[in-house]
């Protein structure tokens, strides 16, 4: 290493000089890993804000516009969101194996079973919760109420002096009932993603709230806030799987 000394000063006042020189360059590269790790800092914090932000969008299934879910035996049930999709769920999606469920109020969802008439008793209550939940009841916060289930020949828009309008059926024959049905969902994070159940289906998420019918509950914008504090995701997700009316947590 070379070294250049001025002969206008002595040799003290040279060696003084580096040392200055050198406490200075340390100083600035000190300066220098420090700003890198700020930097560092802020393009980890940045990345991770980047991520959350970005959210996977995911083909959504045919029976998703609807209400649905999969029983404990894996059967799909979905149900009209209004009375024309109930119409629709009937005439387009039921087929002859398939059961038909509804709760016994006037306005409710109309829930298809598919391969209904081969599935267990514990799939079929697990419907009929489901379909409890999806009608007037839950407005109304009823603890539970009672729920028929019939085939797909029983059902018609067809009656005898009488006006079927959108949404409803005219129905003959015996009823399968499920009296008393309490109204219940969870809300959790599946394998397809957010899900509702019914509260009697065996099948848990890692992150999962119950939610009941209640008068002193919450609105359904309100509800959704704070279930999607709780399982990290949109409220606007949640506000279109949700029942209406007033809900609380447990």
């Known amino acids: 290493m070379k070294v250049k000394l001025k002969l206008s000063k002595s040799l003290q006042e040279n060696v003084s000089d580096y ?16 700003a890198i790790e700020e930097t560092k800092k802020e393009m980890k914090k940045k990345e991770k804000k980047e991520k959350k932000q ?4 995911r083909e959504k299934k045919w029976y998703e516009k609807f209400h649905w879910f999969y ?17 629709i769920v009937v005439s387009r999606y039921m087929e002859k194996d398939d059961l038909f469920f509804h709760a016994d109020i006037q306005g409710g969802s109309a829930v298809v079973l598919k391969d209904g008439v081969n599935a267990s008793e514990e ?26 289930a019939v085939k797909k020949e029983q059902l018609s828009k067809h009656a005898q002096g009488g ?46 709230v119950l939610i009941l019918p209640s008068k002193s509950g919450n609105e359904k914008g309100k509800i959704a806030k704070s279930i999607a504090k709780k399982l990290g995701v949109s409220p606007d997700d ?13």
């Open 163 to 208: 006006y079927i309008p959108t949404g409803a059926f005219a129905i003959k024959g015996e009823r399968q009932w499920f009296r008393n049905t309490r109204i219940a969902y969870k809300v959790g994070i599946g394998e397809k993603g957010l899900e509702i159940i019914p509260e009697f289906s065996k099948k848990n998420f890692e992150k999962n």
């Open 238 to 250: 949640l506000l279109e799987i949700l029942p209406a009316g007033r809900s609380k947590l447990k």
């Open 123 to 148: 799939e079929m209550v697990e419907t009929a919760q489901f379909a409890g939940g999806f009608s007037n009841a839950w407005k109304n916060a009823n603890a539970a109420v009672d729920v028929y």
């Open 54 to 57: 970005v959210k996977v969008k």
């Open 19 to 34: 040392y200055e020189e050198a406490k200075e360059t340390k100083k600035k590269i000190a300066g220098v890993e420090k």
């Open 71 to 87: 029983t404990s035996g894996g059967r799909l049930a979905i149900g009209g969101k209004n009375a024309q999709q109930n119409d």
